[in-house]
């Protein structure tokens, strides 16, 4: 059976799940998605709070008379929290992708969040590895409600039930 990795991301948060087979088919239910591990954005602690001088949006005029916004200085937080998000995603796909000898790997985040990872998975990731992705939120789903969804779409096998 291949070694899968599925990935399911938000801006907030990362989930890492396996596929677990039936240890005896036939005999055993499974596959069974398991999550292995969650990171959560730094971004979380600091909303609201640190981001930027005023919590106010406009418009201010600097020394020379040259007008600035207030928004800039957080656009640029949050461009640099997700940016140091994505690197922390990247390193632990790679690690998982190493320690459980993923063959298939599942990403799934919003199209923005897709595309950041993707520009910084892509170089270091082996080339043996087939990938997937979705451009959609699935982050609030649980480890069974992603596998079905998941394997209605033809990118994980089934649930089976044991039969007796």
């Known amino acids: 059976m291949n070694r899968y990795l599925v990935a399911v991301i938000d801006g907030t948060k990362a989930r890492f799940l396996t596929l677990k087979p039936s240890e005896l088919p036939g005999y055993d239910s499974g596959p069974h998605l398991i999550e292995h591990e969650a990171l959560l954005s730094s971004n979380n602690e600091l909303q609201g709070q640190e981001l ?66 993707r520009e910084s998975l892509i170089p270091i990731l082996p080339r043996n590895i087939k990938i997937h992705e979705i451009a959609k939120e699935l982050c609030h789903l649980k480890p069974h ?14 649930y089976k039930r044991a039969s007796l």
Do not use: C, W
């Not at 916004?69 to 998982?96: A, C, G, H, P």
């Not at 993923?102 to 985040?109: D, E, K, S, T, V």
């Open 145 to 158: 409600e992603l596998h079905e969804y998941l394997a209605s779409k033809k990118l994980l096998p089934p």
């Open 52 to 117: 930027g001088t005023s919590s106010k949006t406009g418009r201010n005029r600097g020394v020379a008379g040259q007008a600035h916004s207030y928004e800039d200085r957080r656009d640029n937080q949050m461009i640099e929290f997700e940016r140091r998000f994505t690197q922390s995603i990247t390193v632990k796909i790679v690690n998982l992708i190493q320690a459980h000898q993923i063959q298939q790997l599942l990403m799934i985040a919003e199209p923005r969040l897709l595309s950041l990872i």
